[in-house]
């Protein structure tokens, strides 16, 4: 992988070994944890390319994103950073679990049941019982169990709520039409709304609110705010909206028509968390994590001559080809060497590990946990190491819509294309994303060797955590989603 890291000269090495150079930078009392997640937005939704080696990884003929850079700029950027899933209720159970969506179960319903599993907040209340955990905004859909309330009412399943997972302070259940400010949930009209839009400024304020409680109680805290952001349907305020009329590109369909405004107000809301915490004194010993819950889904109505969404990448929400998995994240904090850039991929859910190496975790998390720690990239950059589980990282997509899975293990991304629901393999598709960013160069009928071994690492691992059968079927229908079958109990 090229090295793009531009690491702190003697962070490293002294006397032939390795420092705890992170917990040597970090204060003596417990670090403070910040997870700021956004709701689709993708890769190159910002105003600077995320990838110095792909300048078309940004939009800034597009986008006004100033803090959210900033924010980039003040820690590690991870170009090849990943949501755990292409869309939001798997993403969501996963890094709440630390495990991959092969393991926790695939949207919206799941038999995945959280018991014998810590949450991410109960893991840190587990390690640490004097860390406060708190969650604001968007929770999931479905999170657990197979029940959900009416539109705007509460969520059936009690083992799936904010409370019961280890928060404890929440503003509650919270799906896609809590973000939304009345009944247009689901219109792609963009809505004007000088307050409050997608709730982005009220869920600042309550995160702000609460970082200042627990300075005020000498407490350290796990802060989880989840925007919704910049999902359908499109808010933002009147002002923001008439600075980009005669400015957003109608070719480029709703994408560029409304995604903008939302995203410029998404970006204020950020900056002003971001200068709370500075004034706070907060910066010193609070560790940032950025990320979105997947790719930015294609446009419509988009002129087919202009660059699509997630350009370079391939497709967006919904898929796990890279546009739908591949999204913005980056971390900082004491110790993490600021604006630094790093291709050593990492998922979403390894924030579990890093947060549990943060807040001094001793020995290994259970073995059926993903998530590695970041926090041997930060030290190293791109000659870090995440020491994954074999046999690297799965995406695993069973939907009726087509089922398939992924495998990537180093600059190798492999796709098996099921065919029937015993794990029968119609095809394999083989890429090599250090060269073909765009996976628009098959490799499989030249490295068939390769291709076949990958998809039989990857069909053995899905076996082996008994992961959603791949389905097939019509393709959902609004207002009546079909399901995936129920997987057998024992197999
Ligand atoms: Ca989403």
């Not at 640490?128 to 959900?148: D, L, N, Q, S, T």
């Not at 247009?184 to 970082?211: C, Q, W, Y």
């Not at 029937?420 to 393999?425: F, M, S």
């Amino acid at each position: 992988m090229k090295c793009i890291a531009m690491l702190a000269a003697g962070l490293v090495v002294a006397g032939g070994e390795m420092i705890p150079e992170i917990r040597a930078a970090a204060p003596v009392q417990k670090p403070n944890i910040v997870f700021i997640l956004t709701d689709d937005q993708g890769w190159c939704d910002r105003g600077t390319p995320i990838d110095p080696a792909h300048p078309d990884s940004g939009r800034p003929e597009l986008f006004r994103t100033p803090n959210i850079d900033r924010l980039f700029k003040s820690g590690m950027s991870f170009t090849n950073g990943y949501a755990p899933a292409p869309i939001c209720t798997p993403t969501r159970r996963s890094i709440q679990f630390g495990m991959g969506a092969a393991r926790t179960g695939w949207e919206f319903q799941s038999d995945f049941d959280p018991a014998g599993h810590d949450s991410l907040a109960q893991m840190i209340k587990k390690t640490a019982p004097e860390y406060v955990c708190a969650h604001f905004g968007k929770w999931g859909e479905y999170m657990i169990g197979r029940k959900r309330g009416p539109v705007g009412g509460r969520y059936d399943d009690p083992r799936g709520s904010p409370e019961a997972l280890g928060y404890d302070v929440t503003d509650g259940w919270n799906g896609n039409e809590h973000g939304d400010n009345g009944d247009s949930h689901g219109k792609s009209d963009l809505v004007a709304d000088n307050e409050d839009p997608k709730r982005m400024f009220s869920l600042t304020r309550k995160g702000i609110d609460f970082m200042k409680e627990q300075v005020k109680a000498g407490k350290p805290f796990y802060l989880q705010i989840s925007h919704y952001a910049i999902h359908r349907t499109p808010y933002a305020r009147q002002e923001t909206i008439d600075k980009y009329k005669g400015k957003a590109d109608p070719k480029g369909g709703e994408y560029a028509m409304s995604i903008p405004p939302m995203l410029e107000d998404l970006d204020t809301a950020i900056g002003q968390l971001m200068d709370a915490m500075k004034e706070m004194g907060l910066e010193k010993n609070t560790y940032v994590f950025f990320g979105a819950d997947n790719g930015g889904p294609l446009s419509k109505g988009a002129d087919p001559s202009l660059p699509p969404r997630n350009h370079p990448l391939k497709d967006g929400k919904h898929s796990i080809w890279e546009g739908g998995v591949r999204v913005p994240v980056m971390a900082s904090g004491p110790g993490v060497p600021a604006g630094t850039v790093c291709s050593v991929p990492v998922v979403l859910y390894d924030l579990y590990a890093t947060v549990h190496e943060l807040i001094g975790g001793k020995g290994a998390l259970p073995a059926d946990i993903d998530a590695v720690s970041m926090v041997d990239v930060w030290l190293k950059g791109d000659q870090g190491s995440l020491k994954r589980k074999e046999p690297g990282l799965v995406f695993h997509y069973p939907s009726p819509k087509g089922s398939y899975s992924a495998l990537r293990i180093g600059d190798d991304k492999a796709l098996a294309f099921w065919k029937d629901a015993d794990w029968g393999i119609d095809h394999v598709e083989l890429y090599d994303l250090a060269k073909d960013i765009g996976e628009e160069h098959n490799l499989a009928a030249a490295n068939p060797e390769k291709a076949q071994r990958m998809a039989g690492q990857l069909t053995d691992f899905l076996k082996s955590v008994n992961a959603e059968k791949p389905v097939f079927g019509e393709p959902r229908k609004k207002g009546g989603r079909k399901v995936a079958p129920a997987r057998d109990a024992v197999e």
